[in-house]
């Protein structure tokens, strides 16, 4: 029975039962619709129910993972004190324990981790066809992570460095140097907010030159995955 259970809420193989799909479906519909309360500044009765209907589903799923730990952990009476401590099921306790227990509005946030969840329901949805691509998007990224990792250093270092530039620069535009930061990292990413601009010659000239070298860095990652990427095709196509 325990068995049936896991297979249906933890589809293993490739072929996952009508039953499965529709514990998905359900899940992920209610995770879902648990969001509708936290986007809309509203009291009304529908958004009261609509929580409380999907935290009962949140609540069973929960119920349902727990009794089932032994056979997912494999380790005996010793899963269902270990399952508690997995990160996923923390995650679903923090995602139900705010609307059960009346804490100030700001912990509602907490709700936010139902999120996260949505990737767990993902992984056992009928969507198989995209396995492999996404599989193979995530080998380009672990083959790339050097690169990708000096491109990020040399990103937070120019960051660093162009902010203690301007701050000095026009050291009354900005009111600390944390503000200088902000600027500098929206000037990488070409954004422009244009709540903190330059007010000097010097200052905007410096603003044009680190938005040209910016947008170069910016440009590095999509160039490392996109040859890191076609690399991998033509190696598929030529063990084929």
Same mark, same amino acid.
């Given at each position: 029975?325990?068995? =049936?259970?896991?297979?249906?809420?933890?589809?293993?193989?490739?072929?996952?039962?009508?039953?499965?799909?529709?514990?998905?479906?359900?899940?992920?519909?209610?995770?879902?619709?648990?969001?509708?309360?936290?986007?809309?500044?509203?009291? +009304?009765?529908?958004?009261?129910?609509?929580?409380?209907?999907?935290?009962?589903?949140?609540?069973?799923?929960?119920?349902?993972?727990?009794?089932? +730990?032994?056979?997912?952990?494999? =380790?005996?009476?010793?899963?269902?004190?270990?399952?508690?401590?997995?990160?996923?099921?923390?995650?679903?306790?923090?995602?139900?324990?705010?609307?059960?227990?009346?804490?100030?509005? $700001?912990? =509602?946030?907490?709700?936010?981790?139902?999120?996260?969840?949505?990737?767990?329901?993902?992984?056992?949805?009928?969507?198989?066809?995209?396995?492999?691509?996404?599989?193979?998007?995530?080998?380009?990224?672990?083959?790339?992570?050097?690169?990708?990792?000096?491109?990020?250093?040399?990103?937070?270092?120019?960051?660093?460095?162009?902010?203690?530039?301007?701050?000095?620069?026009?050291?009354?535009?900005?009111?600390?140097?944390?503000?200088?930061?902000?600027?500098?990292?929206?000037?990488?990413?070409?954004? $422009?907010?244009?709540?903190?601009?330059?007010?000097?010659? +010097? $200052?905007?000239?410096?603003?044009?030159?680190?938005?040209?070298?910016?947008?170069?860095?910016?440009?590095?990652?999509?160039?490392?995955?996109?040859?890191?990427?076609?690399?991998?095709?033509?190696?598929?196509?030529?063990?084929?």
């Amino acid at each position: 029975m325990l068995q =049936k259970l896991y297979e249906i809420i933890e589809p293993s193989g490739n072929e996952s039962s009508k039953l499965s799909s529709v514990y998905d479906i359900v899940m992920l519909v209610s995770i879902i619709a648990s969001m509708i309360p936290l986007a809309l500044k509203s009291d +009304a009765a529908v958004l009261t129910v609509i929580d409380k209907i999907t935290v009962a589903v949140f609540i069973i799923d929960y119920i349902l993972r727990f009794i089932t +730990a032994k056979i997912k952990l494999n =380790k005996g009476v010793k899963s269902y004190f270990l399952y508690p401590l997995q990160p996923m099921a923390i995650i679903d306790l923090l995602s139900i324990l705010p609307s059960l227990i009346p804490i100030n509005t $700001g912990f =509602k946030v907490l709700r936010l981790f139902r999120i996260v969840r949505t990737f767990k329901v993902f992984r056992s949805f009928k969507i198989f066809r995209y396995s492999k691509n996404i599989a193979r998007l995530a080998n380009v990224l672990k083959k790339q992570s050097k690169s990708l990792l000096a491109v990020f250093s040399m990103a937070v270092f120019y960051v660093l460095f162009t902010a203690l530039v301007m701050f000095n620069i026009e050291p009354d535009t900005f009111n600390n140097f944390f503000d200088a930061i902000y600027w500098a990292a929206i000037s990488l990413t070409s954004v $422009g907010y244009g709540d903190i601009t330059p007010a000097s010659e +010097a $200052g905007r000239l410096f603003t044009v030159l680190s938005a040209f070298v910016g947008v170069a860095i910016i440009a590095l990652p999509s160039g490392i995955i996109t040859a890191g990427y076609l690399d991998v095709l033509n190696k598929e196509k030529d063990n084929q």
